[in-house]
């Protein structure tokens, strides 16, 4: 195959919306080979976190060393409001929330988000699931992001290491003022939701079903439009070429 675009998002779900939009075949290595918008594409699951992030893109990057690009990709909390459920985002810069670095994302795949109908802005990766409402207006005042996740940063460090352009993409899951039904950080394990553990609460929380329902079809719906919005991007997207490096600042 060409010379891939590299997409990693941290669940199966997260990459579904775009794996659909093209002709894919499992590789190896977790990973899937295929096509969509025009380009070779290579995608990947990493798990939740900045860590797993991290070492999925250092593994694929080794796999793919004439990667054109990497794309961060999945789910995001808005931090601004009238962002709503489906919403696409992408990233200008990240800012890693537990270190202040800022990784500049690359300008011509920023140049290309013009194409999609989407909020371009500062992303604030976290080191955990971000709960309540309060949170995120308190991370949004200190870091003047519109969106947040897990794993943007990892993956940006990553790139920076390689010297590969990078950009996340990514659809509101949940919108400023909501809280989240139940805290996601108590039913991790490497990076994976534990099933049992997560029934086992609900069953002894049942109150809290209707709104974890609606969250999923939310981010049903968000997969939904991140698969479409990415098969836009890599269709108009221009990638640097020569020795790109990814600017961090402090």
Same mark, same amino acid.
């Given at each position: 195959?060409?010379?891939?675009?590299?997409?990693? $998002?941290?669940?199966? =779900?997260?990459?579904?919306?775009?794996?659909?939009?093209?002709?894919?075949? !499992?590789?190896?290595?977790?990973?899937?080979? $295929?096509?969509?918008?025009?380009? +070779?594409?290579?995608?990947?699951?990493? $798990? *939740?976190?900045?860590?797993?992030? /991290?070492?999925?893109?250092?593994?694929?990057? =080794? =796999?793919?060393?004439?990667? !054109?690009?990497?794309?961060? @990709?999945?789910?995001?909390?808005?931090?601004?409001? $009238?962002?709503?459920?489906?919403?696409?985002?992408?990233?200008?810069?990240? #800012?890693?929330?537990?270190?202040?670095?800022? /990784?500049?994302?690359?300008?011509?795949?920023?140049?290309? =988000?013009?194409?999609?109908?989407?909020?371009?802005?500062?992303? %604030?990766?976290?080191?955990?699931?971000?709960?309540?409402? @309060?949170?995120?207006?308190?991370?949004?005042?200190?870091?003047?992001?519109?969106?947040?996740? *897990?794993? +943007?940063?990892?993956? %940006?460090?990553?790139?920076?290491?390689?010297?590969?352009?990078?950009?996340?993409?990514?659809?509101? +899951?949940? *919108?400023?003022?909501?809280?989240?039904?139940?805290?996601?950080?108590?039913?991790?394990?490497?990076?994976?939701?534990?099933?049992?553990?997560? #029934?086992?609460?609900?069953?002894?929380?049942?109150?809290?079903?209707? @709104?974890?329902?609606?969250?999923? !079809?939310?981010?049903?719906?968000?997969?939904?439009?991140?698969?479409?919005?990415?098969?836009?991007?890599? +269709?108009?997207?221009?990638?640097?070429?020569?020795?790109? *490096?990814?600017?961090?600042?402090?």
């Amino acid at each position: 195959m060409s010379s891939p675009i590299i997409l990693a $998002g941290a669940f199966p =779900l997260e990459i579904n919306g775009i794996k659909k939009r093209g002709r894919f075949r !499992r590789a190896g290595n977790g990973c899937y080979e $295929g096509e969509t918008g025009g380009v +070779s594409v290579i995608l990947a699951v990493s $798990g *939740m976190g900045e860590d797993n992030a /991290y070492s999925t893109a250092k593994k694929i990057l =080794l =796999l793919y060393p004439d990667a !054109r690009a990497y794309v961060s @990709a999945g789910l995001s909390a808005a931090l601004v409001s $009238g962002l709503v459920p489906g919403d696409i985002v992408g990233a200008t810069e990240i #800012i890693e929330t537990s270190s202040g670095n800022i /990784y500049h994302c690359a300008p011509g795949l920023i140049d290309s =988000l013009t194409k999609v109908k989407c909020r371009t802005g500062k992303f %604030a990766a976290v080191s955990g699931t971000i709960i309540t409402s @309060a949170e995120k207006k308190k991370i949004a005042d200190a870091t003047g992001a519109v969106a947040l996740d *897990m794993e +943007s940063g990892g993956a %940006a460090r990553a790139c920076k290491d390689a010297g590969i352009p990078f950009i996340a993409i990514r659809a509101i +899951s949940d *919108m400023l003022d909501e809280d989240l039904p139940v805290d996601f950080n108590l039913f991790m394990d490497d990076g994976k939701i534990n099933p049992t553990r997560l #029934i086992f609460y609900l069953l002894a929380h049942p109150w809290k079903i209707p @709104a974890l329902i609606k969250l999923g !079809r939310n981010s049903s719906l968000a997969c939904e439009k991140l698969g479409e919005a990415v098969e836009s991007f890599f +269709s108009t997207a221009s990638i640097p070429g020569g020795n790109f *490096m990814l600017r961090v600042t402090r």
